[in-house]
């Protein structure tokens, strides 16, 4: 026996990177969603109306709420896809 022979004998435990790399892609997913979106709500004067959810900051406020929503969704779904 040589020494690549113990080198693959020995266990080597995995390294768990499914959680981080759970959260790093779904940042990723937020972060497109809130391009596309203030980008939509520049284009269109319809999309811009449905996204106003306070008035005083306008559609930013719908922007980002459902690119937060998203996030944390992609995230639990990612997240819990592993399992």
Do not use: Q
């Amino acid at each position: 026996m040589g020494i690549l022979d113990d080198i693959h004998a020995a266990e080597v435990p995995a390294l768990p990177n499914g959680p981080g790399a759970a959260a790093i892609l779904s940042a990723g997913i937020g972060c497109f969603a809130i391009g596309l979106f203030g980008f939509a709500a520049d284009k269109s004067a319809v999309i811009k109306s449905h996204f106003i959810l306070y008035k005083p900051t306008g559609p930013l406020s719908g922007e980002t709420a459902l690119a937060i929503i998203l996030w944390l969704v992609s995230w639990a779904i990612l997240a819990l896809g592993r399992l």
